[in-house]
Protein backbone atom coordinates (compact mmCIF):
# COMPACT_ATOMS: atom_id res chain seq x y z
CA UNK A 1 0.00 0.00 0.00
CA UNK A 2 1.22 3.12 -0.61
CA UNK A 3 2.30 5.22 2.26
CA UNK A 4 2.45 8.58 0.44
CA UNK A 5 -0.45 9.31 -1.81
CA UNK A 6 -0.16 12.75 -4.11
CA UNK A 7 -3.13 12.33 -6.58
CA UNK A 8 -2.23 15.32 -8.71
CA UNK A 9 0.55 14.47 -11.53
CA UNK A 10 0.15 17.91 -12.64
CA UNK A 11 -1.00 21.03 -11.91
CA UNK A 12 -1.07 24.86 -13.08
CA UNK A 13 -1.56 28.26 -11.61
CA UNK A 14 -1.11 31.98 -12.64
CA UNK A 15 1.29 33.78 -11.38
CA UNK A 16 1.07 35.73 -8.27
CA UNK A 17 -1.82 32.90 -7.44
CA UNK A 18 -1.88 30.89 -4.71
CA UNK A 19 -1.60 27.10 -5.26
CA UNK A 20 -2.32 23.76 -3.28
CA UNK A 21 -0.67 20.79 -3.15
CA UNK A 22 -2.49 17.79 -1.97
CA UNK A 23 -0.53 15.09 0.02
CA UNK A 24 -2.23 11.99 2.19
CA UNK A 25 -0.30 9.99 4.01
CA UNK A 26 -0.82 6.64 5.70
CA UNK A 27 0.60 5.35 8.97
CA UNK A 28 0.03 3.58 12.43
CA UNK A 29 2.49 5.37 14.27
CA UNK A 30 1.85 8.51 16.50
CA UNK A 31 5.06 9.69 15.70
CA UNK A 32 5.93 10.91 12.29
CA UNK A 33 7.56 13.79 10.33
CA UNK A 34 6.10 15.49 7.19
CA UNK A 35 8.33 17.03 4.57
CA UNK A 36 7.68 18.95 1.13
CA UNK A 37 10.92 18.87 -1.44
CA UNK A 38 11.09 21.23 -4.75
CA UNK A 39 13.24 19.43 -7.68
CA UNK A 40 13.28 22.27 -10.28
CA UNK A 41 14.42 20.99 -13.53
CA UNK A 42 17.70 21.23 -13.52
CA UNK A 43 17.53 18.21 -10.86
CA UNK A 44 18.63 19.30 -7.82
CA UNK A 45 16.54 18.41 -4.31
CA UNK A 46 15.42 21.49 -2.04
CA UNK A 47 13.83 20.89 1.69
CA UNK A 48 11.07 23.40 1.83
CA UNK A 49 9.33 23.00 5.05
CA UNK A 50 8.84 19.91 7.73
CA UNK A 51 5.81 19.59 10.17
CA UNK A 52 5.67 16.95 13.08
CA UNK A 53 2.86 14.84 14.05
CA UNK A 54 2.64 16.78 17.51
CA UNK A 55 2.76 20.05 16.14
CA UNK A 56 -0.23 21.83 17.14
CA UNK A 57 0.13 24.78 14.48
CA UNK A 58 0.69 24.30 10.78
CA UNK A 59 4.13 24.82 9.74
CA UNK A 60 5.30 27.88 7.24
CA UNK A 61 8.19 28.69 5.99
CA UNK A 62 8.25 32.26 3.51
CA UNK A 63 5.97 31.31 1.38
CA UNK A 64 5.22 28.15 1.68
CA UNK A 65 2.70 26.56 4.28
CA UNK A 66 1.55 23.31 5.75
CA UNK A 67 -2.34 22.67 5.63
CA UNK A 68 -1.88 19.67 8.67
CA UNK A 69 -5.16 17.88 9.03
CA UNK A 70 -3.93 15.05 11.30
CA UNK A 71 -7.03 13.21 11.86
CA UNK A 72 -7.44 13.04 7.88
CA UNK A 73 -3.98 12.19 6.94
CA UNK A 74 -3.16 15.31 4.72
CA UNK A 75 -0.09 17.73 4.44
CA UNK A 76 -1.00 19.58 1.96
CA UNK A 77 1.69 22.36 0.84
CA UNK A 78 0.04 25.92 0.19
CA UNK A 79 2.40 28.14 -2.18
CA UNK A 80 1.22 31.66 -1.55
CA UNK A 81 1.83 34.53 -4.43
CA UNK A 82 3.75 31.88 -7.03
CA UNK A 83 6.29 32.74 -9.26
CA UNK A 84 7.49 31.59 -12.54
CA UNK A 85 10.49 29.94 -10.42
CA UNK A 86 7.82 27.99 -8.21
CA UNK A 87 7.69 25.52 -11.56
CA UNK A 88 9.23 22.30 -10.56
CA UNK A 89 8.10 18.79 -9.23
CA UNK A 90 7.21 18.72 -5.80
CA UNK A 91 7.65 15.93 -3.44
CA UNK A 92 5.69 14.89 -0.28
CA UNK A 93 7.42 12.82 1.86
CA UNK A 94 7.15 10.97 5.60
CA UNK A 95 9.50 9.91 8.37
CA UNK A 96 7.72 7.54 10.68
CA UNK A 97 8.95 6.25 14.16
CA UNK A 98 10.96 7.64 17.30
CA UNK A 99 12.81 10.49 17.18
CA UNK A 100 15.73 8.60 18.19
CA UNK A 101 17.38 5.72 15.83
CA UNK A 102 16.55 5.13 12.41
CA UNK A 103 13.79 6.31 10.13
CA UNK A 104 13.61 5.96 6.65
CA UNK A 105 12.38 8.71 4.34
CA UNK A 106 9.50 7.71 2.04
CA UNK A 107 8.54 9.77 -0.92
CA UNK A 108 5.40 10.22 -2.88
CA UNK A 109 5.26 10.37 -6.56
CA UNK A 110 5.23 14.06 -7.07
CA UNK A 111 3.24 16.54 -8.12
CA UNK A 112 4.79 18.66 -11.49
CA UNK A 113 3.51 22.23 -11.12
CA UNK A 114 3.81 25.31 -13.85
CA UNK A 115 3.31 28.43 -12.87
CA UNK A 116 2.00 30.47 -16.17
CA UNK A 117 2.61 34.41 -16.62
CA UNK B 1 27.59 27.24 3.29
CA UNK B 2 25.97 24.36 4.64
CA UNK B 3 25.58 21.92 1.76
CA UNK B 4 26.06 18.36 0.63
CA UNK B 5 28.33 18.31 -1.94
CA UNK B 6 28.47 15.29 -4.46
CA UNK B 7 30.97 14.50 -7.93
CA UNK B 8 30.76 14.26 -10.36
CA UNK B 9 27.22 16.04 -11.65
CA UNK B 10 27.51 14.23 -14.91
CA UNK B 11 29.23 10.28 -14.98
CA UNK B 12 28.99 8.61 -18.63
CA UNK B 13 31.15 5.21 -18.20
CA UNK B 14 31.04 1.78 -19.92
CA UNK B 15 29.64 -1.41 -18.65
CA UNK B 16 31.85 -3.17 -15.93
CA UNK B 17 34.35 0.16 -14.93
CA UNK B 18 34.61 0.68 -11.56
CA UNK B 19 33.21 4.39 -10.42
CA UNK B 20 33.17 6.25 -7.53
CA UNK B 21 30.85 8.66 -6.65
CA UNK B 22 31.68 11.36 -4.17
CA UNK B 23 29.29 13.07 -1.02
CA UNK B 24 30.62 15.21 1.53
CA UNK B 25 28.82 17.29 4.20
CA UNK B 26 29.98 20.15 5.98
CA UNK B 27 27.10 20.16 8.62
CA UNK B 28 28.24 17.28 11.13
CA UNK B 29 25.59 15.60 10.20
CA UNK B 30 25.43 12.14 12.00
CA UNK B 31 22.95 10.18 8.96
CA UNK B 32 23.81 10.03 5.27
CA UNK B 33 22.29 8.23 2.34
CA UNK B 34 22.34 7.27 -1.12
CA UNK B 35 19.08 7.49 -3.57
CA UNK B 36 18.37 6.85 -6.77
CA UNK B 37 15.35 8.29 -8.91
CA UNK B 38 14.12 6.54 -12.09
CA UNK B 39 11.11 7.42 -14.01
CA UNK B 40 8.10 5.69 -12.99
CA UNK B 41 10.09 4.25 -10.06
CA UNK B 42 10.70 7.51 -7.97
CA UNK B 43 12.94 7.90 -5.78
CA UNK B 44 14.55 4.72 -3.94
CA UNK B 45 17.36 4.06 -1.29
CA UNK B 46 20.39 2.62 -1.71
CA UNK B 47 22.51 2.62 1.53
CA UNK B 48 22.27 4.60 4.52
CA UNK B 49 24.85 5.13 6.89
CA UNK B 50 23.64 5.90 11.17
CA UNK B 51 27.19 7.11 11.92
CA UNK B 52 30.87 6.22 11.05
CA UNK B 53 32.04 2.51 10.30
CA UNK B 54 27.78 2.22 10.78
CA UNK B 55 26.05 1.36 7.37
CA UNK B 56 23.04 -1.15 5.88
CA UNK B 57 21.01 -1.34 3.13
CA UNK B 58 18.23 0.06 1.74
CA UNK B 59 15.58 -1.19 -0.96
CA UNK B 60 17.87 -1.66 -3.92
CA UNK B 61 21.48 -2.16 -2.64
CA UNK B 62 22.78 -4.68 -5.45
CA UNK B 63 25.62 -4.00 -7.07
CA UNK B 64 26.43 -0.64 -5.06
CA UNK B 65 28.95 -0.23 -1.82
CA UNK B 66 29.42 2.37 0.26
CA UNK B 67 32.05 2.93 3.46
CA UNK B 68 31.64 5.67 6.04
CA UNK B 69 35.45 6.11 7.25
CA UNK B 70 34.71 9.59 8.38
CA UNK B 71 31.40 11.31 9.38
CA UNK B 72 31.45 13.79 6.75
CA UNK B 73 31.68 11.63 3.65
CA UNK B 74 30.20 8.74 2.07
CA UNK B 75 31.10 7.62 -1.03
CA UNK B 76 29.22 5.39 -3.31
CA UNK B 77 31.26 2.35 -5.06
CA UNK B 78 29.92 0.99 -7.88
CA UNK B 79 32.51 -1.80 -8.96
CA UNK B 80 30.96 -2.93 -12.14
CA UNK B 81 28.17 -0.71 -13.35
CA UNK B 82 25.41 -2.10 -15.97
CA UNK B 83 23.37 -0.16 -18.05
CA UNK B 84 20.42 -0.92 -15.62
CA UNK B 85 22.37 1.38 -12.98
CA UNK B 86 21.76 4.33 -15.65
CA UNK B 87 20.25 6.63 -12.80
CA UNK B 88 20.04 9.89 -11.39
CA UNK B 89 21.69 9.48 -7.87
CA UNK B 90 21.67 11.55 -4.81
CA UNK B 91 23.53 11.92 -1.53
CA UNK B 92 21.23 13.16 1.29
CA UNK B 93 22.24 13.82 4.64
CA UNK B 94 20.74 14.68 7.81
CA UNK B 95 21.31 15.43 11.89
CA UNK B 96 19.96 12.64 13.15
CA UNK B 97 18.16 9.53 11.57
CA UNK B 98 14.81 10.39 13.29
CA UNK B 99 11.38 10.81 12.36
CA UNK B 100 11.79 15.33 12.99
CA UNK B 101 15.05 15.48 11.21
CA UNK B 102 14.99 17.07 7.24
CA UNK B 103 17.45 15.11 4.64
CA UNK B 104 19.37 17.40 2.55
CA UNK B 105 20.45 16.86 -0.49
CA UNK B 106 23.17 17.24 -3.03
CA UNK B 107 22.51 18.42 -6.46
CA UNK B 108 22.43 15.11 -8.28
CA UNK B 109 24.71 12.73 -10.13
CA UNK B 110 23.39 12.02 -13.62
CA UNK B 111 24.67 8.46 -14.37
CA UNK B 112 24.86 6.83 -18.04
CA UNK B 113 26.32 3.24 -18.12
CA UNK B 114 26.56 2.56 -21.70
Known amino acids: AQKITQTQPGMFVQEKEAVTLDCTYD???????LFWYKQPSSGEMIFLIY??????QNATEGRYSLNFQKARKSANLVISASQLGDSAMYFC??????????????FGAGTRLAVHP | EAQVTQNPRYLITVTGKKLTVTCSQN?????MSWYRQDPGLGLRQIYY???????DKGDVPEGYKVSRKEKRNFPLILESPSPNQTSLYFC?????????????FGNGTRLTVT
Open chain 2, 92 to 104: ASSLTGGRNSPLH
Open chain 1, 27 to 33: TSDPSYG
Open chain 1, 51 to 56: QGSYDQ
Open chain 1, 93 to 106: AMREGPSGGYNKLI
Open chain 2, 27 to 31: MNHEY
Open chain 2, 49 to 55: SMNVEVT
